[in-house]
């Protein structure tokens, strides 16, 4: 599922592929990925204009055009990309939306499921850029340690779903989630209103360090010292004490944790075992 670093993977395909070129083309095969806008209003509004920066809010890219407007907005759901290709290569049987932007350049948006797509805000003031950003929180990648506890410290419920709650931070799923309580030897359960300010701190540095890698991957790695390397094994173990992993629906979500590393609370191992 496309996270915070694919995303920002997919913001790189459009600045390299299209950024400063102008769409020639638009070619809508399936309108079933289109939310608020026909394809024929769609090629309208693009068509002669060129893609200005892009810009990534948590799990959204904004594409605006050249003259300030309008912006395409793109969320990737459970199975989007951005694919750049050459308008002569072949289709793959999921790409929805294809943007001619050069002789030698088509932005391809690919999505298997269809659960998200793609809408089109006018301008600025546009009540569809409004509702697609009005209930997220600040962007897990930028914020800021203060608004960090903050966000966290009015939650009653747990860590999991704090993390995985768009309104609260913005960015995170599943993986990255499980990833960074594991980085920081916190339950899944852990009441997010009740750590502590060490806890909060512990959690807080391996939410930064484990984006920055992620972003620097294009994705959640899977790598083998990362819990992500470990959880779809066989025999799942974690990585830094090779105690069998427990999996277990928290949140709603597929859930994986150590439970030598993360001891569910009121069961915490003395400090000097939690650094790290």
Request: net charge positive; glycine share 10%.
């Amino acid at each position: 599922m496309p996270e915070l670093p694919d995303v920002e993977a997919f913001r790189e395909v459009l600045v390299s592929c299209a950024q400063g070129r102008t769409v020639r083309r638009v070619a809508v095969r399936d309108a079933g990925v289109l939310h608020g806008v026909s394809a024929a209003r769609l090629r309208r509004s693009l068509e002669g204009r060129a893609f200005a920066a892009p810009e990534r809010r948590g799990k959204w890219l904004l594409a605006p055009l050249d003259d300030g407007a309008p912006t395409l907005l793109l969320h990737f759901g459970m199975t989007g990309s951005l694919v750049c290709c050459r308008p002569g290569d072949p289709l793959a049987p999921h790409d929805r939306v294809l943007f001619e932007v050069a002789a030698d350049r088509q932005l391809r948006y690919r999505d298997q499921r269809k659960l998200q797509g793609l809408w089109l805000a006018a301008g600025p003031d546009d009540p569809v850029l409004a509702r697609a950003l009005a209930h997220q929180g600040p962007d897990a990648l930028t914020v800021d340690r203060g608004t960090f506890d903050a966000a966290l410290g009015h939650r009653r419920g747990g860590l999991k779903s704090a993390l995985t709650d768009q309104s609260v931070l913005a960015g995170l799923g599943n993986l990255l989630a499980d990833e960074i309580l594991w980085r920081a030897r916190l339950h899944p359960t852990d009441r997010a209103g009740a750590l502590t300010d060490p806890e909060r701190a512990r959690l807080y540095r391996s939410m930064r360090r484990t984006l920055r890698s992620a972003v620097r991957a294009g994705r959640v790695p899977p790598e083998r010292t990362w819990l992500t390397g470990h959880r779809d094994d066989r025999a799942p173990a974690c990585p830094r004490c090779g105690t069998a992993l427990h999996r277990d629906r928290v949140a709603g979500r597929g859930t994986v944790w150590c439970p030598r590393c993360q001891p569910p609370p009121g069961n915490r191992r003395p400090r000097e075992h939690q650094a790290r």
